[in-house]
Nanobody
Framework: QVQLVESGGGLVQAGGSLRLSCAGS????????MHWFRQAPGKEREFVAR????????YYADSVKGRFTISRDNAKDTVYLQMNSLKPEDTAVYYC?????????????WGQGTQVTVSS
């Protein structure tokens, strides 16, 4: 079992930045690939970014590429999502997720989510 807790969400103006954190506990954190997803009101949950266990491989959705950066600190059992140049369409609940596999669309473990609101 892996427990995940997101933090760092909030209200920001368009063009601003936020850094989300996801703290893991339970099973060995550094054995898991970590993922960020988001869900906007009335829309399906969508993939944002993912990172492999060592941090050497990352993937991004086209909509955030060049603006968002995923990283991890295994010594702190934490994964981050640095979000720059935020747009109103980035408004959503952001979830981190963990799975032993990097390429899964439905990771096994999920956090409770953190709200990000970008005002125009």
């Amino acid at each position: 079992q892996v427990q995940l807790v997101e933090s760092g969400g909030g209200l920001v103006q368009a063009g601003g930045s936020l850094r989300l954190s996801c703290a893991g506990s339970g099973r060995t954190f550094n054995g898991y690939a970590m993922h960020w997803f988001r869900q906007a009101p009335g829309k399906e949950r969508e993939f944002v970014a993912r990172i492999n266990w060592s941090g050497s491989t990352t993937y991004y959705a086209d909509s955030v590429k060049g603006r968002f950066t995923i990283s991890r600190d295994n010594a702190k059992d934490t994964v981050y999502l640095q979000m720059n140049s935020l747009k109103p369409e980035d408004t959503a609940v952001y979830y981190c997720a963990a799975d032993l596999s990097l390429g899964v669309q439905h990771p096994r473990y999920w956090g409770q989510g953190t709200q990000v609101t970008v005002s125009s």
